[in-house]
């Protein structure tokens, strides 16, 4: 009567497991053996036990056959792997700025204040952070602008001053006649475009000079 067949699945008892590892282990170097002797085929056969122990075999070089295997590899499909490289290469990439721009996106409705039920209280509070910080960047920002918008005009308001004591302090026969000189609204105008400032705030910062 014959042996019946062994189910593959791990051993569970620990020594019947080095057992059979010992006996599978032996039967396969011999068998790697016998197919060089036999069949003059290159063999290496390596091996490592669940402890990390090393076993090997080959009728050659262990390193000699794997250097021979991936050049093999290597001249045989080289050009396929490339190609086929570069195209897993640029779709893994495509993915991640998929997902970059669903996560952007998706931040910034949760910014507006949209699609806000899928949040938790944690992530509601670190919305409500960011959005505080946000707001006093911004309002910092305008601070500075009009402080900046502010001096400038009080620089205009002065060189204006200035000029108007210089003409005050000529003699009488010059200063009628710069002020009798006719008025030409467009020399007016652009005399007016090149002291203007860009980006002014002329509303906010009339208040400031108060």
Known sequence: MGRGKIEIKRIENTTNRQVTFCKRRNGLLKKAYELSVLCEAEVALIVFSNRGRLYEYAN??????????????????????VSEANLLFYQQESSKMKQQIEILQNSNRHLMGEALSCLSIKELKQLESRLEKGISRIRSKKEIELHNDNIYLREQITANERAQQHMNSLPGNVYEAITSAPYNSRDFLQVNLRESKPNQYCDSTALQLC
Request: charged fraction near 30%.
């Open 60 to 81: 050659n070089s262990v390193r000699k056959t794997i250097d021979r295997y991936k050049k093999t590899c290597g001249e045989g499909s080289s050009a396929l792997t």
